[in-house]
């Protein structure tokens, strides 16, 4: 069975690329919908993904979706020939408007939905390596990129060290933005310190250990791109196909500003 969590990083991500710049041209709220649903769906079906962290990460973005469309619904342009769909005082929304806000909102959810999948069905390691083994990146930045990553934790429990020295110590609690700036002070230069003896010694640790950033060398991940990735990108593209297809059989597939 097809599982997200085992196919390539860098198909995947280009997947979402790939869906976004079309999903971009289509001017009409049944498109996004549809294909909404198709990555609710693939993601349920596909993905281990609890409902919780729908419901978690999903909000935010909802907010956002909304605040468009209720911009764009009040503000937009129209037609003469547009019908008003709900006119109080000097609000009034048209038909036009409307369906340009909830294009353009559903078109947020679209968006953030298909990158869910990506964030919550990837390792960002696998990522930097299939970066360099498809997408050619310098092994220098792509190492340069994981150190960096694995430094927040470490970074993370010395900053929460320092706090509770602070507090051992009698340090009041700052009270004002002037104070908490000048606390933060306290904290920024002894982390930085921390992270340019940490680099160092990854990079002292990595230079004896023969790494020269040449392309030509092996991995301990070797992540290929194999049938299930070419049948992922398939599934996807069907469901634009589909979003597409239904939107145009209902007489509302707009792209741009062309009806078709």
Known sequence: MLRLEQLNPAVKAATIVVCVLVLALFY??????????????????????????????????????????????LFAGASETSSVWWEWGWIRITQEGLDKGLSLGLRVLAFASISFIFVFTTDPVHFIYSLMRQCKLPPKLAYGILAGFRFMPSLREEFAIMKKAHMIRGVDRAKGWRERAKRLGRYVIPLLAAAIRKAE????????????????????????????????????????????????????????????
Not at 33 to 57: E, P, Q, S
Not at 208 to 216: A, C, I, L, Q, V
């Open 28 to 73: 009409d709220p049944w498109t996004p919908l549809l294909f909404l649903a198709w990555t609710w769906g693939t993601g349920m079906l596909f993905g281990r993904i609890h409902w919780k962290k729908w419901v978690l990460f999903f909000p935010p973005f909802l907010l956002f979706a909304f605040g468009y469309f209720w911009t764009v619904a």
């Open 201 to 260: 010694r990854t990079a002292m640790a990595m230079e004896s250990k023969g790494f020269t950033g040449d392309r030509n060398r092996t991995y301990y991940y070797d992540m290929k791109v194999t049938g299930k990735d070419g049948m992922y990108v398939a599934w996807m593209l069907v469901g634009l196909i589909i979003s597409v297809t239904v939107s145009w059989k209902l007489g509302t597939l707009t792209l741009y500003r062309i009806q078709l």
